[in-house]
């Protein structure tokens, strides 16, 4: 499927991975963009004017908390709105905690169920509504599915309703011929990440994966555009994409 023309939303689309796909699907597949970023970082608007000018793609930024079906639905809307059309729908939007199951909040528990879970939900039902026929609904999930490992109970539990979100979502789809699917990024080299380890689980994530090191973002944004382009004949999967760190 040639992305000339076609139009992607990506929630978190303008730091770390939403960025660097960003970026993939405008300079190598001409693809237009209509970004979410959740608060304003400063330089949202200098990443969109270097897209526009670099690669020759539309771009259009908008600012929303997610949280409810209808800022979901909100955000849908306005991408329909302002292009006529939607082709691709990624989901970014995630939160990590390490934390024990005995220690974690009902606060945090609440936290993550709303952005992993209740968000990556509607987002795939508001994208089931409005995407063009022949689209195409990606997720981000998490290789620590994969993984027997302690510390992670709420970020796994509430990352793994998503796979069985997109399952169900690509059957119900099939008439609309969109495709659903989860890539499974190992451990990412981004803050989001180092703000949850000790540098010796750091080494330890490395040790465990090719060329020793983490996943870098740039692993990633392929493999979503692979799912968006060539890879039209797979729906209903999780990818994992790790280096060797786990394998489902």
């Known amino acids: 499927m040639s992305l000339a023309g076609k139009i992607a939303l990506i929630t978190g689309g303008t730091k770390n991975l939403g960025k660097v796909t960003a ?3 405008a300079s190598k597949h001409k693809c237009n963009l209509f970004l979410h970023h959740n608060s304003t970082q400063g330089d949202e608007e200098n990443l969109a ?6 690669y020759g793609v539309k771009v259009e930024l908008y600012q929303a908390k997610l949280g409810s079906q209808a800022s979901l639905a909100k955000l849908f809307d306005a991408a329909v709105e302002k292009y006529g059309k939607v082709d691709i729908a990624i989901n970014n939007v995630g939160k990590v905690l390490k934390k024990p199951c005995v220690e974690v909040t009902e606060q945090e528990f609440d936290e993550m169920d709303l952005i992993n879970n209740k968000i990556a939900f509607f987002f795939i039902s508001e994208a089931g509504k409005k995407l063009s026929d022949g689209g195409r ?8 599915l994969a993984v ?3 510390f992670y109970p709420a970020y796994q539990g509430t990352k793994a309703p998503v796979e069985y979100y997109s399952k169900a979502a690509s059957k119900e789809l099939m008439g609309k011929n969109i495709t659903v699917n989860c890539v ?11 703000a949850q380890e000790t ?5 330890f994530y490395k040790s465990m994966a090719l ?3 983490l996943t870098k973002i740039e692993d990633i944004a392929p ?3 692979f799912l968006a382009t060539e890879g039209g004949w797979m729906t209903g999967q999780v990818l994992f994409a790790n280096g060797g760190l786990a394998a489902n």
């Not at 004017?49 to 670099?54: F, G, I, T, V, Y």
């Not at 609904?137 to 620590?144: C, D, H, K, M, N």
């Not at 499974?184 to 180092?194: E, N, R």
Request: proline letters at 12%.
């Open 223 to 225: 493999i979503i555009a």
């Open 211 to 213: 060329q020793n090191r």
């Open 199 to 203: 540098p010796e689980a750091v080494e």
């Open 23 to 25: 970026i993939e699907l």
């Open 49 to 54: 004017e270097e897209l526009r000018s670099k």
């Open 148 to 150: 027997y490992t302690p």
């Open 137 to 144: 609904i990606i997720s981000l999930v998490t290789s620590l």
């Open 184 to 194: 499974a990024p190992g451990p990412m080299d981004t803050p989001f990440f180092y």
